[in-house]
């Protein structure tokens, strides 16, 4: 399947096709409106209320982290989990990831892992499908994809996650939990795509337009879990889009941890990505 890149013109049930079809073209590796964030918040969570909308910018000043990201589709009776592992730098805005692919139908694991370079407005992939050589990268323009790359990836970018926050609306105080031997305070809310598209940095901007565009609801459930310092420690969003009659959902879960660690992305020289055709 080649790498399509999608007019943002199209209606929203068309550009909810296209996400079907962006995230089955991460799978043929494998073989397989809304208000702005002032809405009522309840349960006592307003006073954390800037800290959940303010995510994306304490992790700019945290600096870096280790990441971990797992998608869960479910189309009709089918269900995969891609799963990423990797670092992200967000002072600069880049990350890297690696990314495991689902089995094939016969169970067999011959896929190697794609490996992913996440920055403003652009994907970077390396092992990406059929047909592309092993030293060269495929490079992905986000801002044209229907979904801003909140799902084509087979990962959320675990900045732009945050970015969708800045949006956060309806938000609920769940309590307080353990997380990987941390206190969070975990809160559940809706984020609205289109106005995080106007809200979030500049670095966010067109991507997250791109999705509120291609999706037919600008309504994304989320849990999110901060820690004493506010920085976000776990973030999952629930996608979900109309797919020829039936409703495709996405699980998408970002968990960050030591934070500060160093994070090397070096993106690929103009001569290492592939210009050709990519194939399933």
Not at 95 to 106: A, E, F, N, Q, T
Request: proline share 4%; hydrophobic share 40%; glycine share 12%.
């Amino acid at each position: 399947m080649a790498v399509q890149q999608h007019s943002r013109q199209q209606a929203r049930t068309g550009g909810a096709a296209a996400v079907a079809a962006a995230v089955a073209g991460v799978l043929a590796v494998s073989g397989c409106s809304g208000g702005g964030a002032a809405a009522e918040d309840r349960h006592g969570a307003g006073a954390h209320a800037d800290q959940v909308r303010g995510a994306a910018d304490a992790l700019a000043v945290a600096g870096s982290s280790k990441a971990r990201t797992s998608m869960e589709m479910a189309i009709g009776g089918t269900r995969v989990t891609i799963r990423g592992e990797g670092g992200y730098d967000f002072e600069r805005r880049m990350g890297r990831l690696v990314v495991v692919l689902p089995k094939d139908p016969s169970g067999a694991v011959e896929h190697r892992p794609v490996t992913e370079l996440l920055t403003p407005g652009a994907l970077y992939m390396k092992n990406r499908g059929a047909g592309v050589p092993a030293d060269k990268w495929v490079r992905v323009d986000t801002t044209a994809l229907e979904d801003g790359n909140l799902v084509t990836g087979g990962v959320t970018d675990p900045l732009a996650a945050a970015e969708l926050l800045r949006s956060a609306r309806d938000i609920e105080y769940v309590g307080e939990e353990e997380l990987s031997g941390a206190t969070v305070r975990h809160f559940r809310g809706t984020a609205d795509i289109a106005h995080a598209a106007r809200v979030a940095g500049p670095h966010a901007r067109a991507s997250l337009a791109a999705a509120a565009k291609g999706f037919a609801t600008d309504t994304v459930p989320f849990d999110v879990y901060l820690d004493e310092e506010g920085l976000l420690r776990k973030v999952r969003h629930q996608f979900s889009f109309a797919n020829r009659g039936r409703t495709a959902a996405v699980t998408s879960t970002t968990l960050l941890y030591d934070f500060g660690a160093p994070v090397s992305v070096r993106l690929p020289d103009e001569r290492d990505i592939y210009a050709g055709k990519v194939r399933a």
